[in-house]
């Protein structure tokens, strides 16, 4: 069964400390893995997918298949990073099973 | 360009009652999605669509939940009747492409059932 686990409903940094927010997936095929990103008072939308390998607003995320782990990680986090952080998988038929969020909150 | 919309945005009804929620997807987006977060819970999905036609429903809770897209444009989604559980947050979201994993977003629509 395809599952998701984000282990951390909240996080809470100051502004300029470290961020990684955990994400543990458990899926037999390859899978393609996202985060999607829902700031105060707006949508819920795509901020990465390893599939670009991008950075993204200073996020980056690797895809271990070892661990079955997909991070989210930023260096300096800034108060406007703050939001409800939600991992995504997908088995290519973009029918995403998403975790529960981690509500990541930077104080300055 | 006009994004996903919902309406409507905060419904309030009493056990037994029936709501119809709406959707209109983007311009030109085949692909609609229903998906619905429980209180504490994560975001389930429910059910697909490509144009009109239900291409995976397999996360419909049971039979109290009819979506519809009539036309492939728009898509409602029924609740009758409505029962204490199914008080939540409704996103709908429209993709132009499979497989591309970015779908795009309405506000929801929040349900409370009392």
């Known amino acids: 069964a395809q599952r998701v686990t984000q282990p951390e409903k909240l996080l809470s940094v100051f502004k300029g400390a470290p961020v990684e927010l955990k994400c543990n997936y458990s899926y037999s095929g390859s899978p393609e893995l996202f985060w999607y990103v829902q700031y105060s008072r707006q949508r819920l939308q795509l901020l990465l997918r390893?599939?670009s390998r991008e950075s993204i607003k200073g996020f980056t995320a690797d895809l271990n298949k070892g661990e079955t782990s997909f991070h989210l990680k930023k260096p300096f986090a800034q108060e406007e990073d703050s939001a409800m952080y939600y991992c995504?998988?997908?088995?290519?038929?973009?029918?995403?099973?998403f975790g529960t969020g981690t509500r990541l909150l930077v104080s300055p | 360009e006009a994004g996903v919309t919902q309406f409507p945005s905060h419904s309030v009804i009493e056990k037994g009652q029936t709501v119809t929620l709406r959707c209109d997807p983007i311009?030109?987006?085949?692909?609609l999605y229903w998906y619905r977060r429980v209180m504490g819970k994560e975001i389930k999905f429910l059910l697909h669509f490509v144009k009109e036609s239900k291409q995976d429903e397999s996360g419909m809770p049971n039979n109290r939940f009819l979506a519809e897209r009539t036309g492939g444009t728009y898509s409602t989604l029924k609740v009758q009747p409505a029962e204490l559980e199914d008080s939540g947050v409704y996103f709908c979201?429209?993709?132009?492409?499979?497989?591309?994993?970015?779908?795009?977003f309405g506000e929801g629509s929040r349900l409370t059932v009392l």
């Open positions: 995504a998988l997908s088995n290519g038929f973009q029918k995403l099973v």
């Open positions: 390893h599939i």
């Open positions: 979201a429209s993709s132009q492409r499979q497989g591309t994993g970015e779908l795009f």
């Open positions: 311009s030109g987006h085949d692909n």
